[in-house]
């Protein structure tokens, strides 16, 4: 879920946050960014639509509340891809989507519709990052929640979050 993009959780601006690392490097962001929704076909691949509805074995969300939620905030991630390569220093809000599963009907949209506009979003970031020249993962963001951030960091968070989401959907598929 996207709680560490909760307003509520927000840390204080780190000063220290557009040096703080990525984990990957990054043509392996853009790689990982690139892989996500192969990976992701893979997982839903064969799966009937009970299961796509069926809730993960903790009790969370099932595959048909993950989906809409990757694709909303794919959403977020492309227009703050852009804004950070098209603007100076812009300022990110932070959205609370704890009540979009309700508010949203996640549990009424498409499964397969909802993924593949994810792909088309997805496609769309990966060719706004793929042939950027270095410097331009230098480029810095104000997040509200976060402070500084630069692409780099930003797009890496973005890969963690596929993965950690891909794992709740195989988990609900098991
Ligand atoms: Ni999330």
Redesign the pocket.
């Given at each position: 879920?996207?709680?560490?993009?909760r307003a509520g959780e927000a840390q204080p601006a780190a000063a220290a946050m557009t040096t703080a690392a990525p984990r990957r490097a990054t043509e392996a962001i853009v790689a990982a960014l690139e892989a996500f929704p192969i990976d992701l076909g893979r997982a839903l691949d064969g799966h009937p639509r009970e299961s796509l509805l069926r809730p993960a074995r903790d009790g969370g969300w099932g595959v048909v509340e993950i989906l809409p939620?990757?694709r909303d905030?794919e959403e977020i991630f492309l227009a703050r891809v852009r804004q950070v390569l098209n603007e100076e220093r812009p300022f990110l809000p932070t959205f609370d989507?704890e009540l979009w599963a309700i508010e949203r009907d996640y549990r009424g949209q498409d499964p397969h519709a909802v993924a593949d506009h994810l792909r088309a979003l997805r496609a769309e970031m990966v060719d706004l990052l793929r042939d950027l020249p270095p410097e331009a993962w230098n480029r810095v963001a104000e997040h509200a929640a976060y402070g500084p951030v630069t692409l780099a960091w930003m797009t890496d968070r973005i890969a963690d979050?596929d993965q950690?989401?891909l794992e709740q959907i195989r988990d609900a598929l098991a």
């Open positions: 879920m996207g709680v560490w993009e939620h990757l905030w989507d979050h950690e989401h």
